[in-house]
């Protein structure tokens, strides 16, 4: 059974960085699509980063571009996000997704909730202003 656990969300000032960890268990995804998303109250869950592939492809939303960083964490068959300057919309749930092994996966990014079959409970980031 696959499990993803998010952590490392948390209350924060305007400019601060967080840095989020996803744990996989239940089957190894060094290679597969994994993404990270969030949704604020009333929104609908969006986009904010993904990475795919042995070589570690990249793709982010443009509104975290430059600040979000999207990474491989092989000491726990996840990813993680490093979010520096964060700003109060920021302030979201932020949910660990990974695209099943079994699924062909194209060389493009992997940006919609249903390119993705599992989830994570969510880790909530608040940043104040």
């Known amino acids: 059974q696959v499990q993803l656990v998010e952590s490392g969300g948390g209350l924060v000032q305007t400019g601060d960085s967080l840095r989020l960890s996803c744990a996989a268990s239940g089957r190894t995804f060094s290679s597969a699509a994994m993404g990270w998303f969030r949704q604020a109250p009333g929104k609908e869950r969006e986009f904010v980063a993904a990475i795919r592939g042995s070589g570690g492809n990249t793709n982010y939303a443009d509104s975290v571009k430059d600040r979000f960083t999207v990474a491989r964490d092989s000491a726990i068959n996840g990813v993680y996000l490093q979010m520096n300057g964060l700003k109060p919309e920021d302030t979201a749930v932020y949910f660990c997704?990974?695209?099943?092994?079994?699924?062909?996966?194209?060389?493009?990014?992997?940006?919609?909730?249903?390119?993705?079959?599992?989830w994570g409970q969510g880790t909530q980031v608040t940043v104040s202003s």
């Open positions: 997704a990974a695209r099943a092994m079994s699924r062909f996966t194209a060389p493009r990014a992997y940006t919609l909730p249903s390119d993705y079959d599992y």
